[in-house]
């Protein structure tokens, strides 16, 4: 018989020893990502753009330190998203050993089904949520104001957008893993849905970087179908239990 090559049982020595080897590889990688980013931050910058095109038509910066400073925090996000599926195999690598063998599978299930959601969640943000804001906030000026928006005002826009966008995904998973655990289970989301309509409202008001219903609905419409998504998929997971 083949040897586990985790053991299932570790003290919480090792476990600590176990977290800070992950958080160190994980924050080795996030850096060097970052670094590299860097080097490409223009062309990354040409891209970020591309969703204001035919609706700003230039950028402006108001200090000496400003584009540089900006194309940093650029740099710091693009290197997240890089790492981002390193991040999820170090969380992968830490759980392991906590878990039976017929459990791993299950746990690399769910960390891949995070990160390509949270992928979809970015290009929604990109491709739908980012252009449809631009277009509906620049135009609201209406020849009221000349619209020149800052470099740095524009990337902390996009990069907020961008980020909601993968946090907002995460939701079927999340309730789909509450079911699999055995702690709620699709029954008390369906018959708590009005609940959750308020809930859901209440967070896209939160975190819709304007304070405008149109953009909040953005962010509100796919939550709800992400709620009845994660329905559907807690009843498909208690199943499989």
């Known amino acids: 018989m083949a040897t586990d090559i985790y ?3 570790m003290s919480i020595i090792e476990h600590l020893e176990e977290l800070r ?3 160190i590889a994980s ?3 996030f850096v060097l990502a970052a670094i590299f980013s860097f080097t490409f931050v223009n062309k990354i910058s040409d891209i970020l753009r591309l969703p204001a095109l035919g609706i700003i038509e230039n950028f402006i910066f108001t200090s000496p330190t400003e584009v ?3 194309y940093l925090r650029l740099s710091i996000l693009a290197g997240f998203m890089i790492s981002l599926p390193f991040i999820l195999f170090q969380i992968g690598l830490f759980l392991m050993p906590a878990v039976q063998q017929d459990q791993r599978e ?3 299930s769910w960390l891949i089904i995070s990160f390509l959601l949270s992928i979809l969640g970015i290009i929604f943000s990109y491709f739908l949520a980012l252009p449809f804001a631009l277009k509906f906030l620049i135009s609201f000026a209406n020849g009221a104001a000349v619209p020149m928006i800052s470099i ?3 990337f902390s826009f996009a990069g907020a957008l961008l980020l909601i966008g993968a946090g907002i995904f995460q939701i079927p998973v999340i309730m789909a893993l509450l079911s699999y655990i055995g702690i709620l289970n699709a029954e008390f989301f369906r018959k708590n849905r009005k609940y959750a309509i308020v809930a859901i409202f ?3 008001a939160i975190i819709t970087p304007t304070q405008d219903i149109v953009n909040m609905l953005i962010f509100a419409i ?6 009845e998504a994660g329905i559907l998929a807690s009843r498909i997971v208690r199943r499989k239990v």
């Open 21 to 23: 080897k992950r958080i």
């Open 7 to 9: 053991p299932n049982k």
């Open 202 to 204: 209440i967070i896209a």
């Open 27 to 29: 924050l080795v990688f």
């Open 68 to 70: 540089f400073t900006t």
């Open 106 to 108: 299950a746990i690399a």
């Open 152 to 154: 740095d005002k524009y």
């Open 222 to 227: 796919p939550m709800l179908a992400l709620y």
